[in-house]
């Protein structure tokens, strides 16, 4: 069975720190892995990554993919409270194009 | 530009009670279209998707179902509705050719 697990499943650290958040799969004809960031409502839209080992960059958060090891990283530097969310993770299949999400990573940024 | 609309954004309702949700996409033709279910602190749960008017594919059993009467418009119904409805609603389009969705702003669903 197609399974999405993120680690962990909360996380809490201070203003100014740097968090890494992972995602790992176990899927069959894996086509992209997707990171989404949901604060309160929609999730919206991160990174799509395809290519293992292409660095995905957008201001502080960065995302990485790792098909040997079936993982993916995304790192939020020198952190803001506008970054606590709930941070998603989802894998598209060849086989039907759906996506089978994580359970994602809750991350808290104290002041 | 590409927009969804869902709604109602909240909605309490007794158990028992009928329930429809509206999602409408504009801008773009032909989406796919998704329902999903979260509950609270979880991940997504795909509950129906449709590649087009009329073409529905459920993927939990349950007592909720789905329609599209027009290419832009997903319908989530229930006739009754269980305590184990509420969550959150989450409607979404994309294109055939991408993995990318788009959600509407969801819907909170009470049932008490």
């Known amino acids: 069975e197609d399974k999405v697990v993120q680690s962990p499943l909360s996380l809490v650290v201070h203003e100014g720190d740097t968090v890494t958040l992972n995602c790992s799969y176990e899927v069959t004809n894996f086509r992209s892995l997707l990171w989404y960031k949901q604060e309160k409502k929609a999730p919206t839209f991160l990174f799509m990554l395809t290519s293992s080992g292409i660095e995905k960059k957008s201001g502080r958060l960065s995302s990485i993919l790792d098909k040997k090891e079936l993982s993916s990283i995304l790192n939020i530097t020198a952190t803001q409270t506008g970054d606590s969310a709930i941070y998603l993770c989802?894998?598209?299949?060849?086989?039907?194009?759906?996506?089978?999400w994580g359970a994602g990573t809750k991350l808290i940024i104290k002041p | 530009s590409q927009t969804i609309h869902q709604w109602p954004a909240t909605l309490v309702q007794p158990v028992g009670s009928p329930l429809s949700l509206e999602c409408t996409v504009e801008g773009t033709s032909n989406p796919n279209l998704y329902w999903y279910r979260q509950a609270a602190g979880r991940g997504l749960q795909l509950l129906f998707y449709?590649?087009?008017?009329?073409?529905i594919s459920s993927e939990v059993p349950q007592n909720l179902s789905a329609s599209r009467p027009q290419d832009r418009q997903f319908i989530l119904s229930s006739k009754k509705l269980l305590l184990s409805d509420s969550g959150f609603y989450l409607c979404?389009?994309?294109?055939?050719?991408?993995?990318?969705?788009?959600f509407g702003e969801g819907s909170r669903l009470t049932v008490l």
């Open positions: 989802a894998v598209e299949t060849r086989s039907n194009y759906q996506l089978i």
């Open positions: 979404a389009w994309n294109l055939a050719s991408t993995g990318e969705l788009f």
């Open positions: 449709s590649v087009g008017i009329g073409q």
